[in-house]
């Protein structure tokens, strides 16, 4: 560690000259490596752990005393640990804002506590104790420039003493030394990779950018400023307590297609940060490698319009006309702007919705490719919690509170619970887990059960019982809480009642079927933003995803012991199922790299565990990186494979994948290459499935956008099929069959099917809608069929013929006059 932070590590001068570590990906991968050496070393290595450093590290922190709980006493301002060394003092000690650690427990055991605070902390430690070895171990350890002979004085004197302490302190040094050799390795392979960015790079960018950007339509951008006039001798704009951390200027650009953008340029790269009125220097999303990368990952308007520049600023793949994107989303809702990209040649769209259809458009469910549908007594619950769609701010729609009226109209069942109530609370082990088994034997998918076990006080004991060591106990009360979290309410109460942050302990448990256990019942309760959150604060997403490790992936015929480790990967994969509808959750699952394992699952030939990874992957993929990494590693020929399967949900999942992938034109190549139109093809036939009917007419329409796919959709009577559904169906679904035939009419051959197939009546009826989106496609399939004489012809007939004559004969007459021009 000593040499990493002497050589690897990035610092700067700061002033008085003992330096700080800049913000760098580097210098964060190398504290995210330290921080696990240091939390998993009491685990690991209990003996070692107690070994109390020779001086106590030393640093300024920003926790408060009442982090602090369990095995810490509190004085005032003042924190001491319970253990103490040899000579009585405290192991920890905080006073004021001064914090002193002196062993490896403690050290563990602060970072555990610190949360989303480690990483600064980590930061603060090491910037105040530049060589912590020596600290540890004394000075006879410290780093050394050239060559190190601390180990080989260690041995010697280990072989001359005999000495228990001195072979501590020799194996602790070897640990030490191993993590040494790792950073070292892991920093070799970021600065291969670097490319520092200087003041005149950045001016230079800045410059050819603006040169571009303006108020009409083929501009990259809107605008770009720089935030301050001044320019330092250097050529940084920073401010100097900011360029001390690599910081060199600050942007405000506004892209034509999202919010205003605020970012920081560094030597590091270039970041989002929190700046809107004030500078917030707190960095809010990856590093990029310059200001034309950071834009292509967040302006699709600025990718199409950089392609059509006769200045080439790098070489990137033609891009679609029609970039479509498949989400109406209330704004309201989603807390991001509609935005409809060339949805018609002239991007002409106007809203026909009145106010009142839009307070009511409020209360419907955001149409994405995961499509949550109204429950008509036939979904089950599941499905209607984790089809939810990804925005942060969206809550589940609370179950009606149902209160009793007299104590005469409650069912046996509910006293029957409240009797076991008592053994819970005041049993001995054997007594609470014949409760627990008794509690059981009740119906407790009834509701008269699930709110008995809350009014009565059982679930706070439940809870409590999860944070013993009695394992019985624990698989007990877990499999309880599994069955009574499938109502809302429960699962709020379990939530408020810190039954999250306990479970997401339990899955470092040694225990496969407690695992297993809490990771299920974490599927259930994270079906709500604050459920969600806390999983993520408290580290359940790396651990959810640690338990999808499995040596057993793609195994036909499992032994009992893989089995087991199976069924640990389903159950991680059902937790990051609901977890991954918050958009913070997804880039926590990526980071945790969740996408290699998920991939890897995707190969398995069980439905049980492919159901979960592919909601997970369907979920994710309205992140860029998802979909990049889902054509990348291969995962488009699994979900083609699957598309066959026999399981209709997993045959869903499969097909809004490829709906919100298909965006990109590699992606709907490789649905055709691997063979993945024909059975979209077939599936257009299960009608009476809405979700899964939603779903491949949606993967139709994007795949459509390719012309070749067009070709193939017509030899398998995909068109025809399509016509046929264009009756009694939800808008949801229409919306996509008229998207898709929309692309198909850009073929005269495939303009002609559809008439003789009888489609365009149906298509003109469509056009006294209200649905937005609907009408968008609505008026693009029948412009493209207008173009043909014998269509138009049939147009007008239909407008005669129609309810609202001269609202349909006004929209022709438009669309016959785009169509002729």
């Known amino acids: 560690m000593g040499a990493a932070l002497a050589r690897a590590a990035q610092w700067t001068a700061a002033g008085s000259g003992t330096g700080t570590l800049e913000i760098t990906p580097l210098n964060e991968s ?105 600290k540890i171990l ?117 892209p034509h297609d999202t919010d205003p953008l605020y970012i920081t340029c560094s030597t590091a790269g270039v970041f989002l940060n929190g700046g809107k009125d004030d500078i917030d220097y707190e960095r809010k999303s990856d590093v990029y490698k310059d200001i034309v990368t950071f834009l292509r990952e967040r302006s699709p308007r600025f990718v199409e319009n950089m392609a059509k520049q ?77 089809s939810e769609s990804s925005s942060e701010t969206e809550e589940d729609e609370e179950q009606p509170v149902h209160h009793q009226e007299g104590n005469t109209d409650l069912p046996s069942e509910y006293w029957g619970i409240q009797k076991l109530a008592k053994y819970l609370k005041g049993g001995n082990p054997t007594a609470t887990v014949i409760a627990l088994c008794s509690m059981r034997d009740f119906n407790l998918a009834q509701e008269t059960c699930q709110l008995a076990i809350r009014d009565i006080g059982c679930l706070e004991v439940l809870i409590n019982l999860l944070d013993t060591e009695e394992i019985k106990c624990q698989i007990g009360s877990l499999k309880i809480l599994k069955e009574i979290s499938q109502n809302t309410l429960i699962r709020h109460a379990i939530a408020d009642l810190g039954g999250l942050q306990i479970m997401v302990k339990i899955l470092d448990s040694p225990d496969k079927d407690l695992k297993c ?113 889902i054509r990348t590693e291969g995962m488009i020929e699994n979900l083609v494979k699957n598309l066959s399967s026999e399981h209709e949900e997993l045959q869903m999942h499969c097909a809004s994948a490829i709906f919100k992938c298909a965006e990109d034109k590699e992606t709907r190549d490789l649905v055709r290459q691997h063979g993945g139109l024909q059975p979209l093809s077939v599936l257009l036939g299960k009608s009476e499935n809405k ?19 067009v070709s193939k959709f017509r030899e398998y009577k995909a068109i025809e099929a399509l016509v046929g559904l264009l009756s009694d169906q939800p808008e949801e679904v229409l919306v996509n069959i008229v998207g898709a035939l929309g692309e198909c009419c850009q073929e005269q051959i495939n303009r002609t099917i559809i008439r003789k197939c009888g489609g365009i009546p149906p298509l003109v009826k469509l056009l006294t809608g209200t649905d937005q989106a609907l009408l968008v496609n609505v008026t693009k399939a029948v412009g493209a069929c207008a173009t043909e004489p014998e269509n138009m012809i049939t147009i007008f007939k239909c407008c005669m013929l129609g309810t609202c004559f001269a609202f349909s004969f006004y929209i022709c007459s438009q669309i016959l006059n785009n169509s002729l021009n």
């Open 30 to 134: 190398l504290l995210n490596q330290i921080i696990k050496f240091a939390e998993d070393f009491s685990t690991r290595h209990p003996q070692e752990a107690a070994f109390v450093f020779r001086e106590p590290l030393e640093w300024k922190t920003q926790l408060g005393c009442s982090v602090f709980e369990e095995g810490y006493e509190i004085h005032g301002a003042t924190v001491q640990s319970e253990a103490k060394g040899k000579d009585g003092q405290p192991l920890l000690l905080l006073t004021a804002s001064t914090l002193r650690v002196r062993s490896f427990d403690q050290l563990s055991r602060l970072l555990q506590i610190a949360m989303e605070k480690k990483l600064k902390e980590a930061q603060a430690c090491l910037e105040a104790n530049r060589d912590p070895i020596m």
């Open 138 to 254: 004394g000075p006879e350890c410290g780093t050394v420039e050239g060559e190190d002979m601390s180990m080989l004085h260690l041995l010697e004197k280990v072989k001359k003493d005999d000495d228990p302490e001195t072979e501590m302190k020799m194996k602790i040094c070897l640990l030490l030394h191993q993590l040494d050799l790792q950073l070292l390795s892991s920093s070799l392979k970021h600065i291969s990779q670097d490319v520092r960015l200087n003041p005149a790079a950045i001016n230079n960018e800045v410059n050819l950018l603006k040169n571009f950007s303006g108020k009409g339509e083929d501009t990259v951008l809107e605008s770009l400023e720089y935030t301050s006039d001044y320019m330092f001798f250097n050529g940084c704009r920073a401010p100097p307590w900011r360029q001390v951390h690599g910081e060199i200027c600050y942007l405000v650009i506004k």
């Open 310 to 386: 006769e200045y080439n600023f790098f070489k990137e793949p033609t891009y679609e006309k029609n970039y479509q994107r498949m989400e109406v989303v209330d704004a309201k809702v989603s807390g991001q702007s509609q935005n409809l990209y060339d949805l018609t040649e002239k991007n002409v769209c106007e809203k026909v919705k009145s106010s009142a259809e839009r307070r009511r458009s409020i209360d419907k469910k955001k149409l994405e490719p995961s499509m949550k549908w109204k429950n008509t007594g036939k979904t089950s619950g599941r499905f209607e919690d984790i």
């Open 517 to 629: 256990l809490a990771a299920e019942t974490i599927a259930n309760v994270a079906r709500f933003k604050q459920a969600r959150r806390t999983v993520r604060q408290h580290g359940g997403i790396k651990r959810l995803v640690g338990l999808l490790e499995c040596i057993s992936v793609g195994s036909t015929s499992l032994t009992p012991y893989q089995s087991k480790d199976t069924e640990i990967a389903r159950c991680g994969a059902l937790a990051l199922w609901s977890c991954s509808k918050s958009t913070k959750n997804k880039e926590a699952i990526r980071k945790a790299g969740g996408i290699p394992l998920l991939a890897r699952w995707l190969c398995s030939s069980h439905a049980n565990i492919l159901t979960p990874v592919v909601g997970t992957l369907q979920e994710c993929a309205s992140e860029p990186s998802y979909r990049l990494a």
């Open 691 to 709: 979700q899964l009917l939603a779903a491949v007419t949606g993967a139709i329409w994007k795949c459509a956008i390719s012309g070749e796919n």
